[in-house]
């Protein structure tokens, strides 16, 4: 059984400029979470994706978007970076019905963004 | 607002002292709450949740709906508990929300 993997695990941008973080969900999982993780914070619901559509979102920009695509794997866009971005960024997949989410999410180790 | 409140950021207990990971929480709705933990170098990950009412690895936790508080308990700490514990609560179909976290160092 294959776990999340993400990609990258560390990237350094600057203001203004637009980032791609992946995420492949594991094996049999057709629900990805998106999460943000900020210094000395709790992780924050970013989006959920399920069968490929948008089916939950918290309370980010819409320069935060993404994508989810048949094999479920997904990726994670922010346009117009912003030094408030600087954070760890988690992808978390699950099994849900209907875009249920039981809420036992497994988790990648993430992605850390870096915005100067 | 729905919110998780995990008042200490950090407990340090020693070897075979008791544990109690603090967790209160705001909900108008019926809440489903969670326990994650990441161990060093480790990924978060489940270590409970209330509806399955059992026991991971010694550690067990009771919804208290009346003081809104979904505390984390184990009777005797061992070494390998030291990890950061983020109490979590099921926000309609899909979102859930952390808390802030508690490290537990675990001395021996």
């Known amino acids: 059984e294959t776990g999340v993997t993400q990609s990258p695990t560390h990237l350094i941008k600057t203001r203004g400029q637009q980032v791609t973080l992946r995420c492949s969900s594991q094996?049999?999982?057709?629900?990805v979470s998106w999460y943000q993780q900020a210094l000395g914070q709790g992780p924050q619901f970013i989006f959920q994706?399920?069968?490929?559509?948008?089916?939950g979102r918290g309370n980010f920009p819409p320069r935060f978007s993404g994508l989810q695509f048949p094999n479920y794997s997904s990726e994670l866009n922010v346009n117009a970076l912003e030094l408030d971005d600087s954070a760890l960024y988690l992808c978390?997949?699950?099994?849900?019905?209907?875009?249920?989410?039981?809420?036992?999410?497994?988790f990648g180790e993430g992605s850390r963004l870096t915005v100067l | 607002a729905q919110r998780v409140t995990q008042p200490e950021k950090l407990l340090s207990v020693f070897k075979g002292a008791p544990v109690e990971l603090k967790c209160n929480y705001s909900?108008?709705?019926?809440?489903?709450l969670f326990w994650y933990v990441q161990y060093s170098r480790q990924r978060l990950q489940l270590l409970l949740r209330?509806?399955s009412r059992e026991s991971i690895k010694g550690f067990t936790a009771d919804l208290n709906k009346g003081e809104t508080s979904f505390h984390l308990k184990k009777p005797f700490a061992q070494e390998e508990d030291s990890a950061m514990y983020y109490c979590?609560?099921?926000?309609?179909?899909?979102?859930?929300?952390f808390g802030t976290g508690t490290r537990l160092l675990v001395s021996p």
């Open positions: 209330h509806i």
């Open positions: 978390a997949s699950s099994f849900g019905t209907s875009g249920v989410n039981t809420g036992e999410l497994f």
């Open positions: 909900y108008s709705g019926s809440p489903e």
């Open positions: 094996s049999g999982h057709n629900t």
């Open positions: 979590a609560l099921k926000r309609g179909f899909q979102k859930l929300v």
């Open positions: 994706y399920y069968r490929e559509e948008e089916n």
